[in-house]
């Protein structure tokens, strides 16, 4: 059984740090890109950061460039997410999945696999 499970979020201020962790079982995780989606209260699923197999490429939506950092440790089949610099705009549930990246259409939990999510909440 495919199971992404993700942890670490929780509640931070404004300026604020956090590091997400997506832990992959039942499937060849090194042969998969990756990717962290977001999705905020009310809205639509947002692609935020995607790494490929190896983690020798990554890439960051607009938003999150310089202050998210994707990485993974293929020996633990874990994906990881460090969120530094936090907003309140950056509040979402975070989930892992299998792509290294996805847009409008694409980007849908009926596509590849996904996590439950972790929520991160960012106010004062």
């Known amino acids: 059984e495919v199971q992404l499970v993700e942890s670490g979020g929780g509640s931070v201020q404004p300026g604020g740090s956090l590091r997400l962790s997506c832990a992959g079982s039942g499937f060849i995780f090194s042969n998969y890109g990756m990717s962290w989606v977001r999705q905020a209260p009310g809205k639509g699923l947002e692609w935020v950061s995607g790494?490929?197999?190896?983690?020798?490429?990554?890439e960051y939506a607009d938003s999150v460039k310089g202050r998210f950092t994707i990485s993974r440790d293929n020996a633990k089949n874990t994906l990881y997410l460090q969120l530094n610099s936090l907003k309140t705009e950056d509040t979402a549930t975070y989930y892992c999945t299998s792509t290294s990246y996805c847009s409008g259409s694409s980007c849908s939990k009926s596509r590849g696999y996904w996590g439950q999510g972790t929520q991160v909440t960012v106010s004062s």
């Open positions: 790494l490929n197999g190896d983690g020798g490429s990554s």
